[in-house]
């Protein structure tokens, strides 16, 4: 397994923008299919944003298709979630999930990956 790290939450007016980081330790990161997912009080755990392992795929939950995008940098072994358009709803702990898999699809299942960060909370101000 690999170690991910998330940054780049805070609180933010309806309306602004936020950045998400995660950076994987390994040495091996284009091998990764690489996924944001969130959860809010009392919610379960959901997919955000995925992408797979080159970049060419990706997916994203109806509820933020047009404002958020994911992306990575493997030069850097980083995988963003731009974040424009904010809403209250978007308020939630953000985790960074990693699997090993080079497949060309995006996996949408938190049971498909395998590691974890601590999270990094957004909260969004009406």
Known sequence: ???V???GGGLVQ???SL???CTESGRTFSSYAMAWFRQAPGNERELVAGINWSGD?????DSV???FTISRDGA?????LQMNSLKPEDTAVYYCAAAYYSGSEVLTSPLQYNSWG???QVTVSS
Do not use: H
């Open 1 to 3: 397994q690999v170690q």
């Open 5 to 7: 790290v998330e940054s």
């Open 14 to 16: 309806a309306g602004g």
């Open 19 to 21: 950045r998400l980081s």
């Open 57 to 61: 795929s990706t997916y994203y939950a």
């Open 65 to 67: 298709k047009g404002r």
């Open 76 to 80: 850097k072994n980083t995988v963003y």
């Open 118 to 120: 601590r999270g990094t």
